[in-house]
DNA sequence: ATGCCTAAGCCCCTTAGA
């Protein structure tokens, strides 16, 4: 079965681009990020005519998350992850959902940015990994089946992305984000794309502006995390990059992992 | 040091993204 994720940059500008891939590659669960919709304006009906089934947690401009499989319902476990935004009495953003498909824990997530650094946006994406980290020690506790993706905003090692220099001050590769990823590794999750390209050079996001995608300019901020037993079912892992050169394209491109049955 | 692009809201500029 594979599984993907895709942050999408906006579900309304991106519906053609995201059914074409859908059906051109077919995954069986299809994690999005960056809907930017509220709960009423997702395109159900659009998904559910290609045979995709949906839930999602949206919010009105910004963020929001959504979880479709192939013929069957998503069952919802877990909306949210209990922490309010960067402002007082914001209330908590629209960045994570958590299902199950097929005894497989999907667990969808869109890690704040964290820019600028330092900052009350750059501790809001701290506190927010240390929420996810006691989650996902939860499921370890409780032996679950799962996987842990999405838009982590991270760049794990110097080895994902294209220029150190020109990312230097960036909240994406910052010690404390990289030691806050480092230790869901160290808790004994699998980094799928990591672990079958070890050397790196494996991008999922080049920026719109300066000719990036053009000059091969970006980094790896995508990530697909699996439990003990899902790592042992990888058969492969890879980025979907042609999707990124297409027309309206979002400034990711998928991610996915494949497990044997 | 800044803009480079893009999307969405509300309405043609502003906010946010990474």
Redesign the pocket.
């Known amino acids: 079965m594979r599984i993907a994720t895709y942050?999408i940059?906006?579900?309304?500008?991106?519906l053609p681009r995201l059914k074409e891939w859908l059906e051109e590659t077919r995954p069986a669960v299809a994690c999005l990020q960056?809907i930017?919709?509220?709960d009423d304006?997702f395109p159900a009906d659009e998904f559910e005519a290609i045979g995709y089934k949906a839930i999602w947690h949206g919010q009105?401009?910004?963020n929001g998350v959504a979880i479709l499989a192939d013929g069957q319902q998503p069952v919802e476990v877990q909306r949210g992850l209990g922490i309010d935004g960067p402002k007082d009495g914001e209330g908590e953003q629209a960045r994570y959902l958590e299902a199950d498909v097929n005894g497989v824990r999907i667990c969808n997530l869109y890690l704040?940015?964290g820019?600028p650094h330092p900052g009350p946006?750059f501790e809001y994406k701290l506190d927010w990994m240390q929420k996810l980290r006691e989650r996902m020690k939860k499921l370890w506790e409780e032996e679950i089946p799962a996987v842990v993706l999405g838009?982590f905003?991270v760049i794990p090692e110097n080895k994902d992305v294209w220029s150190v220099r020109a990312m230097a001050s960036d909240a994406?590769m910052q010690p404390e984000s990289r030691d806050a990823y480092a230790n869901l590794l160290a808790d004994g999750w699998t980094d799928a794309i990591n672990t079958l390209n070890p050397r790196g050079g494996v991008w999922t996001?080049w920026?719109?502006?300066?000719?990036a995608w053009q000059r091969d300019h970006g980094?790896r901020?995508d990530h697909l995390l699996l439990s003990p037993e899902l790592a042992d079912r990888m058969i492969a892992a890879g980025v979907d990059k042609e999707y990124r050169g297409r027309e309206?394209a979002s400034?990711h491109t998928p991610v996915w992992v494949e497990l044997r049955e």
Request: aromatic share 12%; proline share 3%; hydrophobic share 25%.
């Open positions: 942050n940059n906006g579900i309304k500008a991106r960056e930017k919709t509220m304006g009105k401009s910004f704040p940015n820019n946006k838009d905003n994406l996001y920026d719109y502006q300066a000719g980094f901020i309206k400034d």
